[in-house]
């Protein structure tokens, strides 16, 4: 697949192994985001560039919005995409929130992108060797005289080089101040960042394509004064034929930094519709791989919690596969990205502290970190079994109702490697004969639905247990029936097993409840490193 350039081509974005990017480290694409790179930039390529349009309308401006909750890997997406871009196209990266502090969003843009295309252009101007393209001349003789003098004291001061980044931004501010027509300034303007663009693509040595792309990251963690400033100078100012710009943002935090500047009757929604020609959304990734990419699971494997000297149910030696079932929870509980890595990491963060001896059902504890994340008063409610929850239909109803109401549809899979003779050698019946106990070793899964139905509403006083002379009788059954590890019943059938046997039917609900109480007061702060860069 190639650009209507010819140059770009399908192989041009390989994702498939970790890189260096300006001395950050990032790990190979484990969310499948490559191909939406891909598709990107042929779609923004011929936006913004066309030779076989009419002269004239061969270059375009066009801006995306790419929307995609935090978390979900916009800054990770963003900084591969464009450093893949860079052999082919002229490309700028700026980090809005990390220049913020700058009263202007218009000089942070300018002097990023000629900072950077500067760079890209290879015009670096020695002392030693004093020749300046005569399209850069041409750009700075459109300084008022004053920038004569701050161009002089860069090159005869004791500076090696000429910051030509800043010379250009002096410039743009006197463009601006000087002109009587502030439209006129800005035509000046829009000239000038063309003329830096063609530096790019006219550089003999490393002769680069149309567009240009500009990405801007981090949007909607700025203050919304300078959310909103940066969109207008966008708009207003940017609309250069032959750019293209990639807004990066959570369009829903974005609506309320403009709803904090017009007013919560504001309609936001419309009011960005305006700065954007499309919008592409990052699909959701999928929880399992997203949380491999974002928590310590090493702390889940078996190897770990043996040294540890903790038992968890379900049992697994590989800590993907727990990761995994505590992601199918998450899924149940529709958790965003951001809350799925803080309550995975509370769990870990509650396996960490535990002391030697202790053990622990990890989906009962998931899912009251769930029900606390939601509903602090519910989820006391449903530990103490006393919840008078009021339905669709405004009937009052208690714990199993409600479970029932609202999880019955889950049918993903739980699932657990063991081996089942570790529990029971022979089956000992209600009717006091013994049986060959004929579970192979391997993997056994129960639905989450069914996990609710026999072992959570049990934990929790709302359903009644079964004895261990009960299940060992329904496990012989099976036997005779089906295939022993190939079927949800006796999957659950062995969870519930391993209950009794290992006695986590005796972790008093408290225990539970102490330990969400303690692992929910614990929050991440963003900070510095809020940035979802994976």
């Known amino acids: 697949m190639k650009g209507s350039n010819g140059m770009f081509t399908k192989g ?124 850069v001349v041409g750009l700075l003789k459109a300084a008022a005289p004053a920038l004569i003098k701050t161009f002089s004291k860069k090159y005869f001061g004791d500076e090696d080089f000429i910051d030509l980044s800043d010379v250009a931004a002096d410039a743009v501010t006197h463009l601006i101040d000087e002109h009587e027509e502030k439209s006129q300034a800005i035509s000046d303007l829009k000239d000038s960042v063309s003329e830096w663009v063609s530096f790019v693509t006219d550089n003999p040595k490393d002769k680069k394509q149309y567009p240009a792309f500009i990405f801007i990251d981090e949007l909607d963690r700025c203050r919304p004064s300078y959310a909103v400033e940066m969109l207008e100078t966008i708009k207003h100012i940017f609309d250069i034929k032959g750019i293209v710009f990639v807004v990066a943002t959570d369009t829903e935090q974005l609506q309320h930094a403009v709803k904090a500047i017009y007013g919560e009757g504001f309609n936001a929604r419309l009011y960005l519709g305006r700065f954007f020609n499309s919008r592409f959304t990052l699909k959701a990734p999928n ?174 006083g709302s359903k009644k247990s079964i004895s261990s002379d009960v299940i060992q009788d329904k496990l012989v059954k099976s036997t005779n029936t089906q295939r022993p590890n190939e079927v949800f019943e006796s999957g659950i059938l062995w969870l519930q097993a391993q209950y009794i046997k290992s006695r986590f039917n005796q972790i008093p609900k408290e225990t539970y409840q102490d330990y969400v109480e303690l692992a929910s007061a614990l929050d991440w702060i963003d900070g510095d490193s809020g940035s979802d860069d994976l």
């Open 287 to 460: 929880l399992k791989d997203f949380l491999e990419v974002h928590v310590d699971h090493h702390k889940l494997s078996g190897e770990y919690l043996k040294k540890a000297e903790i038992s968890i149910l379900p049992p697994n030696e590989d800590s993907k596969i727990t990761l995994r079932n505590i992601a199918v929870i998450l899924d149940a509980f529709n958790m965003p990205p951001r809350t799925a890595i803080q309550v995975t990491d509370r769990v870990i963060a509650t396996l960490s502290n535990m002391p030697k001896g202790s053990k622990i059902d990890l989906l009962m504890l998931t899912i009251l970190l769930c029900f606390k994340e939601e509903n602090h008063k519910r989820c006391i409610d449903i530990i103490s079994n006393r919840l008078n929850y009021k339905s669709e239909n405004g009937k009052i109803i208690g714990v199993d109702a409600y479970i029932n109401q609202r999880f019955s549809n889950c049918t993903s899979t739980i699932s657990m490697r063991f081996n089942p003779r570790d529990i029971h050698q022979k089956f000992k019946t209600t009717e006091g004969y013994t049986a060959d106990n004929q579970y192979k070793e391997g993997v056994y899964q129960v639905t989450l639905f069914r996990y609710f139905e026999c072992i959570f509403l049990v934990s929790l």
């Open 12 to 135: 041009s974005i390989n994702w498939s192994e970790k890189a260096t990017i300006e001395k950050e480290e990032f790990p190979k694409d484990t969310l499948g985001r490559v191909k939406y790179a891909q598709f990107l930039t042929q779609f923004l390529v011929d936006q913004g560039y066309d030779s076989s349009r009419k002269e004239g309308e061969d270059k375009r401006n066009y801006v995306l919005n790419l929307n995609s909750e935090w978390g979900s890997g916009k800054t990770y997406f963003l900084k591969r995409w464009s450093d893949d871009l860079k052999p082919n196209f002229p490309v700028v990266y700026i980090d809005a929130w990390k220049q913020d502090y700058s009263d202007d969003p218009l000089m942070t843009v300018i002097s990023s992108v000629i900072n950077q295309l500067r760079e890209q252009a290879g015009i670096y101007v020695k002392k030693s060797d004093f020749t300046i393209p005569n399209k």
